[in-house]
């Protein structure tokens, strides 16, 4: 799986957008872009996913350049719930199903009044 | 729907002693996987199953055991515990061919 890279931390305004980006230099073109989040120790939340395309749904918007390398995870009006670790991963799907999702260290985002 | 159900929720065990993680779902989700995290790391897969009697190696292997008989549940086994088993354990579970995994609240485990 291609390893990704995030900023350890970040810090957002309540009410504002929250931009996470991730680089994904060594991604192939099978391996999709997941975004999952941790809440103080709780288990890992599915957030979004894509494979090239933009996509959008309920929770946040998954934006990936043109050349795969990077992607930018947006929160379109953050609020404190929203303070949480999330995680930038790529992956593919196993032949036989499933994915192995490696998870790095995540960003920070810290959702401010 | 409960989600994805891991038993027990904390855990003290003396090094060598065994035990199992239980983890249940009612999603009827053929893959299911097992993850560790370690103070301020991320969760390393410890072994998966993409349907009942199938199973492989994920990351981190070594000391544990799984084995999966239904669809719904999916047991990780510590055959002699030692104190770098030390970390909270996660299941998680999904659809084969989908990408959006459930994942439990987690088994917190020390191990002295």
């Known amino acids: 799986d291609a390893k990704t890279t995030q900023p350890p931390s970040m810090d957002c305004a309540e009410g504002r957008a929250a931009n996470l980006p991730c680089n994904h230099s060594t991604i192939s073109g099978n391996e999709y872009v997941y975004w999952y989040r941790q809440i103080h120790s709780q288990g890992p939340q599915y957030i979004i996913h894509g494979l090239k395309n933009n996509e959008t749904n309920e929770m946040a918007s998954l934006i990936i350049t043109e050349d795969r390398k990077s992607s930018t995870l947006i929160l379109p009006h953050a609020t404190l719930r929203d303070t949480a670790v999330y995680y930038c991963i790529v992956s593919y799907i196993l032949t036989g199903g499933g994915n192995k999702l490696t998870f790095g260290t995540g960003t920070q985002l810290k959702v401010e009044l | 729907n409960a989600g994805v159900t891991q038993t027990p929720k904390f855990q003290v065990l003396k090094t060598g002693q065994s035990m199992t993680l239980q983890c249940a779902q009612d999603m009827n989700h053929e893959y299911m996987s097992w993850y560790r995290q370690d103070p301020g790391m991320g969760l390393r897969l410890i072994h998966y199953?993409?349907?009942?009697?199938?199973?492989d190696q994920g990351e981190v292997p070594n000391g544990y055991n799984v084995s999966r008989s239904t669809t719904e549940d999916f047991p990780l086994r510590l055959l002699s515990a030692a104190p770098s088993q030390t970390s909270v354990y996660f299941c998680a579970s999904s659809y084969v061919f989908t990408t959006e995994a459930f994942f439990g609240q987690g088994t917190r485990l020390t191990v002295v």
């Open positions: 199953s993409v349907g009942a009697g199938i199973t």
